[in-house]
């Protein structure tokens, strides 16, 4: 279609168009120069009146009028204004129209006589008038008889930050306007709801996959760019709101563009990580959140100041973006090519309508298109790498199922084959125990006792191994069998009593005599053993109670325990294979994490289900179902039960101490603390270290934490880190409190020894980290290794003290020297003023006096002059005396006592920060050497210190006392209480110089608030 050539234009607000034919010729713009009346609403009936209103100006169309200048001056925001046209040469018979865009920000148009199109209400006054943004609206007009056409444009703007006719006005052929309207909805349409079907679809792809964040920003991209598409161009929301509000629709033009950038950012930064800056994106956020506030909470004549900085940082952002597609095609990253093609289709589209804007292309615009073309584009992209990504979840799930058949292969043969040697193990510790060569000592006896349940518990965890294969291959039969319930749960009770008793639990039950049910005796055992066992190993005090019911043809027996409990969370999946639960943050106990996996599938075997309730703290029940049996004697006597031992069914054996070799017996051996929940890992370590160190072991992690606390400290320390309650990670944690790893080295010892184990026992104090089974040559190697290097650390350690000792000795003596020759200087230097100054201001004072006396008689006023100075110079003496005499003063206070300088200090405190200091001194002077009065003034004002400036103290009271056998120095407080794990430098020093002295050093918090300091010096110490 053709447009208005460049000749056809408005002059001094007429135009004419004689000869114009609208169908072949096209629309015309009607740009050039309208009439224009500044601050007049003008109406048809204001121009039919015999004088025709002045003209303001002859202003270009279109245009904002904050670009006009009326009397040398630029035309405010704020006002109103009529623009008046009039077009002659039209055929009135022919059907033509005009289209409008938006104006701002409100107006009327009056074709002729008659009131056409309208957006809002135009109005003199802010009052008086109703700003609104219009739809792209085409008006059917008719001429005149004599062809001519009379356009007047009411405008009024007191709301937008500049107010005019910004787009051009077109008349033309009415159909074919209109035709071109219908287009741009159409086209607008197609846009919208492209972008907002792939939005939605990207959205719905993460809400359906949350680790990959890349849909989601993308597809909340396309959300806003269909949004901002809506308000612009055709301004498709107007057609579907018409009343859509005029703040909102300001609003949101901005925010889409804010924030869409920021979705954009994000969609990239998440698809190459890798090639943009974390801080570009965090940067972008942060910028994006402070624009969306500003439009949020401001009117649009404030955040239209916004799109300065906005359109800065995004060419920056371009830029950058630049730089990183070139990196992108560099490093022939997969996708680059289509993110590099999808950002040229939006420029050039960009550059194509600009041109055409400026009349040097005639192109239609295709912007939005090229929008429409990137976002399909990376659309694309992400579906690639979606297609990419589930190709590869297949293979890796068809390689996943070979190796877990190959898994299950190998552990079925791998335990079968282990049954032999097991076998033989557990007999010929048997025969040994029995006596078969001999009558063996007792200590022996015990270690075959204990080798033979480690054998045992292997045995069983072979056993399950091999249940659990064949029952998920499905290769189980049951054979079943009349099984009396009562006596199978009391056979299974009477084996695990020993436990139970060990623990100070008591088992019971409440099952009747005649309670049948059809099941397989083995697997019945087996089942009973995991579930009674289970609540033992998790239930530290109280009862195991087990109880069943008749069901509607089954039996439902409960296990119920008044354990630690489990956590709702933990529920769901406490059946799983390989799940162990560690309910109130306890660690694992020992097993697998099948057993209950098994009894889970043999329940099933039978036919039955099995549920748990539990809350944490409140125990825990157990229910299984199993087919009730007609009432009468089991087929066949009951099944022993010894065959079938569940690990956590073990008695806790006790430790067997190992006998010291007699050449060591007089010699000081290292000592080694050992902690290890199992008792038979205690032992081995115990009779790896006999004869050479100084052992002392426990089962409990709790029990050598109470150890340390107490201030027991060995030379090393060996720790399993899974122990239940505190573990060896919370013990370790503990010793780096009290002692660094220098003064306490602390070696893990785990069965876990992948790369976060070791990571985790070294963050938690760890000097070193065995993984087990351990290897006595290289424990004992290890061991003497880190001992060496804490006797090396202790060693250097006494040689650094020593020299610093040595040093401050030395500097103190030459400070001495010095000082006394600075003060015989200084006293020096003062007489010399003495009698210098004021000898000679006495003897100017003496003649001033001889001459008053002689002229009294003479010449009386004369006399009183020289009398006069004589006492001036008088007081000019004392003052130079009373100078040097404080000057001597706060030399003899350089000199003050032990007691003096504490005194000092607490004054000190009291008036500079404003505490108050309730004291008790009762030593006395001279009866510690200057270290140790160092020490105590270094502690004193260290705790005043950090008291006022750590825990806002203003009350302290001080004592030091003098016992007998010891002085002891306390500082107590009223501030916050002492909370941090570790001391600070000045703490760490004092500590160090006080236990080097042989004392005790503290730091504690009383009732709950405040903090308390206490020293402990031996007297010995006092005089070294």
């Given at each position: 279609?053709?447009?208005?050539?460049?000749?056809v234009?408005?002059?001094?607000?007429?135009?004419?168009?004689e000869?114009?034919?609208?169908?072949?010729?096209?629309?015309?713009?009607l740009?050039?120069?309208?009439?224009?009346?500044?601050?007049?609403?003008?109406?048809p009936?204001?121009?039919?009146?015999?004088?025709?209103?002045?003209?303001?100006?002859?202003?270009?169309?279109?245009?904002?009028?904050?670009?006009?200048?009326?009397?040398?001056?630029?035309?405010?925001?704020?006002?109103?204004?009529?623009?008046?046209?009039?077009?002659?040469?039209?055929?009135?018979?022919?059907?033509?129209?005009?289209?409008?865009?938006?104006?701002?920000?409100?107006?009327?148009?009056w074709?002729?006589?008659?009131?056409?199109?309208?957006?809002?209400?135009?109005?003199?006054?802010?009052?008086?008038?109703?700003?609104?943004?219009?739809?792209?609206?085409?008006?059917?007009?008719?001429?005149?008889?004599?062809?001519?056409?009379?356009?007047?444009?009411?405008?009024?703007?007191?709301?937008?930050p500049?107010?005019?006719?910004?787009?051009?006005?077109?008349?033309?052929?009415?159909?074919?306007?209109?035709?071109?309207?219908?287009?741009?909805?159409?086209?607008?349409?197609?846009?919208?709801?492209?972008?907002?079907?792939?939005?939605?679809?990207?959205?719905?792809?993460?809400?359906?996959?949350?680790?990959?964040?890349?849909?989601?920003y993308?597809?909340?991209f396309?959300?806003?760019i269909?949004?901002?598409?809506?308000?612009?161009?055709?301004?498709?929301?107007?057609?579907?709101?018409?009343?859509?509000?005029?703040?909102?629709?300001?609003?949101?033009?901005?925010?889409?563009?804010?924030?869409?950038e920021?979705?954009?950012?994000?969609?990239?930064?998440?698809?190459?990580?890798?090639?943009?800056?974390?801080?570009?994106?965090?940067?972008?956020?942060?910028?994006?959140?402070?624009?969306?506030?500003l439009?949020?909470?401001?009117d649009?004549?404030?955040?239209?100041?916004?799109?300065?900085?906005?359109?800065?940082?995004?060419?920056g952002?371009?830029?950058?973006?630049?730089?990183?597609?070139?990196?992108?095609?560099r490093?022939?990253?997969?996708?680059?090519?289509?993110?590099?093609?999808?950002?040229?289709?939006?420029?050039?589209?960009?550059?194509?309508?600009?041109?055409?804007?400026?009349?040097?292309?005639?192109?239609?615009?295709?912007?939005?298109?090229?929008?429409?073309?990137?976002?399909?584009?990376?659309?694309?992209?992400?579906?690639?790498?979606s297609?990419?990504?589930?190709?590869?979840?297949?293979?890796?799930?068809?390689?996943?199922?070979?190796?877990?058949?190959?898994?299950?292969?190998?552990?079925?043969?791998?335990?079968?084959?282990?049954?032999?040697?097991?076998?033989g193990?557990?007999?010929?510790?048997?025969?040994?125990?029995?006596?078969?060569?001999?009558?063996?000592?007792?200590?022996?006896?015990?270690?075959?006792?204990?080798?033979?349940v480690?054998?045992?518990?292997?045995?069983?965890?072979?056993?399950d191994i091999?249940?659990?294969?064949?029952l998920?291959?499905?290769?189980?039969?049951?054979?079943?069998?009349?099984?009396?319930?009562?006596?199978?749960?009391?056979?299974?009770?009477?084996?695990?009593?020993?436990?139970?008793?060990?623990?100070?639990?008591?088992?019971?039950h409440?099952?009747?005599?005649?309670?049948?049910?059809?099941?397989?005796?083995?697997?019945?055992?087996?089942?009973?053993?995991?579930?009674?066992?289970?609540?033992?190993?998790?239930t530290?005090?109280?009862?195991?109670?087990?109880?069943?019911?008749?069901?509607?043809?089954?039996?439902?027996?409960?296990?119920?325990?008044?354990?630690?409990?489990?956590?709702?969370?933990?529920l769901?999946?406490?059946?799983e294979?390989?799940?162990?639960?560690?309910?109130?943050?306890?660690?694992?106990?020992?097993?697998?994490?099948?057993g209950?996996?098994?009894?889970?599938?043999?329940?099933?075997?039978?036919?039955?289900?099995?549920?748990?309730t539990?809350?944490?703290?409140?125990?825990?029940t157990?229910?299984?179902?199993?087919?009730?049996?007609?009432?009468g004697?089991?087929?066949?006597?009951?099944?022993?039960?010894?065959?079938?031992?569940?690990?956590?069914?073990?008695?806790?054996?006790?430790?067997?101490?190992?006998?010291?070799?007699?050449?060591?017996?007089?010699?000081?051996?290292?000592?080694?603390?050992?902690?290890?929940?199992?008792?038979?890992?205690?032992?081995?370590?115990?009779?790896?270290?006999?004869?050479?160190?100084?052992?002392?072991?426990?089962?409990?992690g709790?029990?050598?934490?109470?150890?340390?606390?107490?201030?027991?400290?060995?030379?090393?320390?060996?720790?399993?880190?899974?122990?239940?309650?505190?573990?060896?990670?919370?013990?370790?944690?503990?010793?780096?409190?009290?002692?660094?790893?220098?003064?306490?080295?602390?070696?893990?010892?785990?069965?876990?020894?992948?790369?976060?184990?070791l990571?985790?026992?070294?963050?938690?104090?760890?000097?070193?980290?065995?993984?087990?089974?351990?290897?006595?040559?290289?424990?004992?190697?290890?061991?003497?290794l880190?001992?060496?290097?804490?006797?090396?650390?202790?060693?250097?350690?006494?040689?650094?003290?020593?020299?610093?000792?040595?040093?401050?000795?030395?500097?103190?003596?030459?400070?001495?020297a010095?000082?006394?020759?600075?003060?015989?200087?200084?006293?020096?230097?003062?007489?010399?003023?003495?009698?210098?100054?004021?000898?000679?201001?006495?003897?100017?004072?003496?003649?001033?006096?001889?001459?008053?006396?002689?002229?009294?008689?003479?010449?009386?006023?004369?006399?009183?002059e020289?009398?006069?100075?004589?006492?001036?110079?008088?007081?000019?003496?004392?003052?130079?005396?009373?100078?040097?005499?404080?000057?001597l003063?706060?030399?003899?206070?350089?000199?003050?006592?032990?007691?003096?300088?504490?005194?000092?200090?607490?004054?000190?405190?009291?008036?500079?920060?404003?505490?108050?200091?309730?004291?008790?001194?009762?030593?006395?002077?001279?009866?510690?050497?200057?270290?140790?009065?160092?020490?105590?003034?270094?502690?004193?004002?260290?705790?005043?210190?950090?008291?006022?400036?750590?825990?806002?103290?203003?009350?302290?009271?001080?004592?030091?006392?003098?016992?007998?056998?010891?002085?002891?120095?306390?500082?107590?407080n009223?501030?916050?209480?002492?909370?941090?794990?570790?001391?600070?430098?000045?703490?760490?020093?004092?500590?160090?110089?006080?236990?080097?002295?042989?004392?005790?050093?503290?730091?504690?918090?009383?009732?709950?608030a405040?903090?308390?300091?206490?020293?402990?010096?031996?007297?010995?110490?006092?005089?070294?």
């Amino acid at each position: 279609m053709a447009t208005a050539k460049s000749s056809v234009s408005v002059q001094n607000g007429e135009l004419q168009l004689e000869g114009w034919d609208f169908g072949t010729e096209g629309s015309v713009a009607l740009n050039g120069k309208w009439a224009f009346y500044w601050n007049q609403l003008l109406d048809p009936d204001d121009l039919k009146q015999g004088t025709l209103p002045a003209v303001s100006a002859y202003v270009d169309m279109p245009e904002y009028w904050t670009n006009y200048t009326l009397n040398g001056r630029k035309l405010p925001a704020d006002g109103y204004a009529t623009y008046r046209l009039t077009i002659s040469g039209l055929d009135s018979e022919e059907p033509i129209a005009l289209k409008l865009r938006n104006i701002y920000s409100s107006y009327a148009l009056w074709v002729n006589d008659t009131l056409a199109a309208s957006a809002g209400k135009p109005g003199s006054t802010h009052e008086a008038s109703i700003p609104k943004y219009g739809p792209s609206v085409v008006v059917p007009v008719k001429p005149d008889s004599d062809g001519r056409l009379t356009l007047l444009v009411q405008v009024a703007n007191y709301t937008y930050p500049k107010g005019g006719i910004n787009n051009a006005i077109e008349l033309g052929d009415a159909k074919q306007l209109q035709q071109e309207k219908s287009v741009e909805l159409v086209r607008d349409s197609l846009v919208i709801g492209s972008l907002l079907v792939i939005g939605v679809y990207h959205i719905i792809l993460y809400l359906l996959r949350r680790n990959d964040v890349t849909p989601l920003y993308f597809g909340l991209f396309c959300m806003c760019i269909a949004v901002r598409t809506m308000l612009v161009g055709s301004r498709f929301i107007l057609e579907i709101f018409p009343a859509f509000s005029w703040v909102w629709f300001a609003k949101v033009s901005y925010l889409t563009i804010y924030v869409g950038e920021l979705f954009l950012i994000s969609y990239i930064y998440h698809l190459f990580p890798q090639f943009l800056s974390r801080k570009v994106w965090r940067l972008t956020q942060f910028f994006t959140i402070s624009l969306t506030l500003l439009v949020l909470t401001t009117d649009i004549r404030v955040y239209d100041y916004s799109l300065i900085p906005f359109q800065i940082y995004s060419i920056g952002l371009v830029l950058y973006a630049v730089y990183a597609s070139i990196r992108l095609a560099r490093q022939r990253q997969e996708g680059a090519v289509l993110l590099i093609l999808g950002f040229s289709l939006i420029f050039l589209t960009a550059v194509n309508d600009t041109l055409n804007r400026k009349g040097v292309f005639t192109t239609p615009a295709l912007l939005q298109f090229g929008v429409l073309g990137f976002v399909f584009l990376q659309a694309l992209l992400l579906s690639m790498k979606s297609s990419r990504a589930f190709f590869q979840v297949e293979r890796l799930s068809e390689r996943l199922l070979t190796l877990d058949k190959l898994k299950d292969e190998f552990l079925a043969k791998t335990s079968h084959e282990l049954r032999t040697p097991l076998h033989g193990i557990i007999g010929l510790a048997d025969a040994l125990i029995d006596g078969s060569s001999g009558k063996l000592p007792s200590p022996v006896i015990d270690l075959l006792r204990l080798m033979k349940v480690s054998g045992q518990r292997l045995a069983h965890l072979v056993n399950d191994i091999l249940d659990f294969s064949k029952l998920k291959h499905q290769e189980i039969g049951l054979v079943l069998v009349t099984v009396n319930l009562r006596l199978a749960v009391e056979l299974t009770l009477q084996v695990l009593n020993p436990l139970a008793e060990k623990k100070g639990l008591r088992l019971s039950h409440q099952l009747p005599d005649d309670m049948y049910v059809m099941a397989d005796e083995n697997r019945l055992q087996q089942i009973l053993h995991n579930l009674i066992g289970n609540a033992i190993a998790y239930t530290e005090t109280g009862t195991v109670t087990v109880t069943a019911k008749r069901l509607q043809g089954q039996v439902s027996v409960q296990i119920t325990d008044s354990g630690i409990g489990i956590s709702e969370a933990d529920l769901d999946r406490i059946f799983e294979s390989f799940e162990q639960i560690n309910p109130l943050d306890r660690s694992q106990q020992g097993g697998t994490g099948i057993g209950l996996s098994i009894t889970k599938k043999l329940v099933e075997l039978h036919g039955g289900r099995i549920g748990v309730t539990s809350g944490v703290g409140e125990g825990s029940t157990f229910s299984f179902t199993l087919p009730m049996a007609g009432e009468g004697e089991p087929k066949g006597p009951p099944l022993p039960v010894a065959d079938y031992i569940p690990t956590e069914s073990f008695p806790q054996w006790e430790i067997v101490e190992p006998e010291r070799e007699a050449a060591h017996s007089n010699k000081q051996l290292p000592s080694v603390l050992i902690v290890d929940d199992d008792p038979i890992n205690v032992q081995v370590l115990l009779q790896f270290l006999a004869g050479k160190y100084s052992l002392r072991s426990t089962c409990s992690g709790q029990e050598a934490l109470e150890w340390i606390q107490n201030g027991y400290k060995p030379d090393i320390a060996l720790l399993d880190v899974m122990m239940p309650y505190v573990s060896g990670l919370q013990l370790g944690e503990e010793i780096r409190r009290h002692y660094n790893s220098g003064e306490l080295p602390v070696i893990f010892l785990s069965a876990k020894s992948q790369m976060t184990d070791l990571v985790a026992g070294f963050e938690h104090g760890g000097n070193d980290y065995l993984a087990k089974p351990v290897d006595k040559q290289e424990l004992l190697a290890r061991l003497e290794l880190h001992l060496q290097l804490a006797r090396w650390n202790a060693t250097l350690e006494r040689e650094v003290e020593a020299r610093t000792i040595e040093l401050e000795h030395s500097l103190e003596e030459r400070a001495r020297a010095l000082s006394e020759i600075s003060v015989l200087a200084e006293r020096n230097r003062i007489a010399g003023d003495i009698h210098d100054h004021v000898g000679h201001i006495l003897t100017a004072s003496v003649v001033q006096l001889e001459l008053g006396l002689k002229m009294s008689s003479q010449n009386a006023p004369e006399s009183t002059e020289k009398l006069k100075h004589a006492s001036d110079l008088l007081r000019k003496g004392l003052h130079e005396m009373r100078k040097s005499v404080h000057m001597l003063a706060e030399e003899a206070a350089a000199s003050a006592t032990f007691r003096d300088s504490l005194q000092q200090i607490i004054n000190d405190s009291q008036q500079y920060a404003e505490v108050n200091v309730e004291h008790k001194i009762e030593v006395s002077d001279g009866s510690l050497e200057p270290e140790a009065e160092k020490l105590i003034r270094h502690a004193l004002q260290e705790g005043i210190t950090n008291g006022i400036r750590h825990g806002q103290c203003t009350f302290f009271r001080f004592e030091l006392i003098e016992t007998e056998d010891a002085i002891q120095f306390t500082l107590e407080n009223n501030g916050l209480p002492f909370t941090s794990e570790r001391l600070g430098f000045g703490l760490t020093m004092m500590r160090q110089t006080t236990r080097r002295r042989g004392g005790t050093f503290q730091v504690s918090t009383k009732d709950g608030a405040g903090c308390v300091l206490l020293l402990t010096m031996p007297r010995s110490a006092l005089k070294e």
